[in-house]
Nanobody
């Protein structure tokens, strides 16, 4: 089993910044692609950004130039630096691991519990 714990959410004014973290645990040997997704009330969960183990990144058009995804493979941790935040960025942000190899088995499609980001205008 892989556990994902997000942190760093909160309330911030428009134009402000937040840094989210996602720590993965569970006797992990390696993690393939990690990603951040978000879900606003009444809306579907959407991709924010992903990063491969090698560091290749992919961003939603709405966050390009404002958000930066990164990861520390040695710590099994992923980050999302969010700058120039807008009220429309308000959502619950979820950490995702598409595939992780643990000492016991391969885990596919793990999700964290989410961290709330609220941007006031």
């Amino acid at each position: 089993q892989v556990q994902l714990v997000e942190s760093g959410g909160g309330l911030v004014q428009a134009g402000g910044s937040l840094r989210l973290s996602c720590a993965a645990s569970g006797s992990i040997f390696s993690i393939d692609t990690m990603g951040w997704y978000r879900q606003a009330p009444g809306k579907q969960r959407e991709l924010v950004a992903t990063i491969t183990r090698g560091g290749t990144t992919n961003y939603a058009e709405s966050v390009k130039g404002r958000f930066t995804i990164s990861r520390d493979n040695a710590k099994n941790t992923m980050y999302l630096q969010m700058n120039s935040l807008k009220p429309e960025d308000t959502a619950k942000y979820y950490c995702n691991v598409d595939r992780a190899t643990t000492t016991a088995r391969v885990v596919v499609g793990a999700w964290g519990q989410g961290t709330q980001v609220t941007v006031s205008s």
